[in-house]
């Protein structure tokens, strides 16, 4: 198909993101699943998003294509094993290695990618072994160690509610019984090193299961009264008692000392229901979606820590018509398969909920949740820029342009991947940092792009002033 095609699922995507840049704000974490046959490619999807608010993207394997698509784009990448695979990667870190050179390797630092989830709700599946997520866990990190990349790239795994033995209060929640050796292997991992614990929370799931008993406004974020928790504070909103919740769980583990930060792996609302599902409105969507993002983008905490901000990733970009279940399901996408927007969300400067700085969660080596907006920016190669082209401004950089290439040369710290986009980027990057960082100096013929996320990796560091 022609790129035509594609423009109004542009068009939408411009409406819906744009924001005034005068706001400073921070960006949004987004799910892109791709169970559906009529979605648009990933290379236009993540040539649009480079034109929004939203700096981290989570899908739910290692599509090489989606990986490749993301290159050079600054927007951080959360990719994922499936749980199919997890008990192949537990057997031995060899098995480990093998897979992380097959799926993630080829594809970095062009990509930036930040964390690996293992598995998804691994441990609500009985037939699992809870044994094999920890191991699997603990074999990519040590690939990690292996190739100095712990500090990019952080390993997690997201949980749903249901291994809570109970939510409410949040003061007084644990993890259910048959968890506990699993889950305190878990969050002694995550405290060692530094990644969020990743739990996906639906007050959707809540309200449609127990609508008597739910307060609908509530759970749509917005409730004026508040819940009070009788050991705690009181809460205005559902998802911030269960990330509470979740809080508590930890801390009578015995970790209540050490930090593990949390992130919101996933949340949102579907614009569309089956008969019982009367809440599944476009209209409770996008109250509940504008409301998630404004939570994103503010620096608040929840009661427990009101000064510890929550990395929220929104479910989802895209409705998926393939997936299984109820249409709730395939239901919970800002934008439906053709592009156009299920419902309206405002990202409007009213929204706009100040700095992103000391965020918890995945955010390369400072541990910093949210694209820090800050003075710290890098030039990389635009992904799609043609080879040409590239070979071209590489030429010039190493050559007239007085740039010091011998990291990109054979030996070098950067020279792999031996890939000439690889290559120009660190030599792009050191001709901008070395003539001020204006914006002139990163176009290269319109081939240059600046981004906020730190393109180094391992013993590969990129210059900056």
């Known amino acids: ?45 993540a040539q649009l998003l480079q034109s929004t608010i939203i700096d981290k993207v989570k899908i739910y394997d290692t599509n090489p294509d989606i990986l490749e698509a993301f290159a050079n784009t600054g927007i951080d990448l959360i990719v994922a094993v499936e749980n199919s695979h997890v008990a192949n990667i537990s057997a031995a870190a060899s098995a480990a290695d093998q897979w992380f050179a097959a799926r993630i390797s080829p594809f970095i630092p062009a990509t930036s990618i930040v964390a690996i989830v293992v598995g998804n709700e691994y441990l609500t599946d009985e037939k699992l072994d809870q044994n094999a997520l920890v191991r699997a866990m ?100 559902m998802l911030d008692a269960q990330i509470d919740a979740v809080r508590s769980a930890i801390s009578a583990l015995g970790f209540g000392n050490r930090a593990v930060g949390i992130a919101v792996s996933e949340s949102g609302w ?37 000064k510890e901000p929550i990395e929220i990733f929104v479910f989802a970009l895209f409705n998926e018509n393939k997936k299984p279940g109820g249409a709730s399901e395939r239901n919970f996408g800002m934008f439906n398969g053709d592009g156009s927007k299920a419902y309206d969300v405002d990202l409007s400067c009213e929204f706009c909920g100040g700095g992103a700085s000391n965020k918890m969660g995945f955010g390369g080596e400072m541990g910093t949740g949210m694209m820090s ?93």
């Not at 406004?217 to 009264?225: C, E, I, P, Q, S």
């Not at 476009?282 to 994103?296: G, V």
């Not at 950089?397 to 660190?426: F, L, M, Q, W």
Request: charge should be positive; hydrophobic fraction near 35%.
């Open 138 to 237: 603990q074999n990519l990190h040590a690939v990690l160690l292996a190739r100095g990349l712990d500090r990019k790239i952080k390993i997690s795994t997201p949980h749903s509610m249901a291994v809570l033995a109970s939510s409410f209060p949040p003061s007084s929640s644990t993890f259910a019984a048959t968890l506990l050796p699993t889950m305190t292997a878990i969050v002694g991992f995550l405290a060692d090193t530094g990644a969020p614990f990743m739990i996906n929370a639906y007050p959707y799931f809540a309200y449609r299961d127990n609508p008597g008993m739910v307060n609908l406004d509530y759970a749509l974020l917005g409730n004026k009264t508040g819940v009070q928790d009788p050991k705690g504070g009181i809460y205005t909103n």
């Open 270 to 306: 579907p614009s569309k229901g089956d008969a019982g599902e009367s809440a599944a409105t476009a209209s409770n969507a996008r109250t509940y979606n504008s409301r998630l993002i404004q939570r994103a983008q503010s620096s608040k905490g929840t009661p427990m820590r009101p």
């Open 373 to 465: 907006r800050g003075p710290s920016v890098w030039c990389v190669a635009k992904p799609h820029a043609e080879e040409k082209v590239i070979q071209q401004v590489l030429d010039f950089c190493c050559g007239a342009g007085g740039v010091d290439c011998r990291e990109i040369y054979e030996n070098g710290d950067c020279y792999y991947p031996d890939k000439i986009h690889a290559h120009a980027s660190y030599a792009m990057n050191a001709y901008y940092q070395m003539h001020g960082r204006n914006y002139w100096n990163c176009d290269f013929k319109a081939t240059g792009l600046v981004t906020f996320s730190d393109p180094s990796y391992g013993k590969c560091r990129y210059p900056q002033q």
């Open 1 to 45: 198909m022609s790129s035509s095609t594609y423009l109004p699922f542009a068009f939408s995507l411009l409406l819906l993101f744009t924001f005034n840049p005068l706001c400073n704000v921070s960006a949004v974490g987004v799910n892109y699943g791709t169970v559906g046959n009529n979605l648009p490619p990933p290379k236009r999807v």
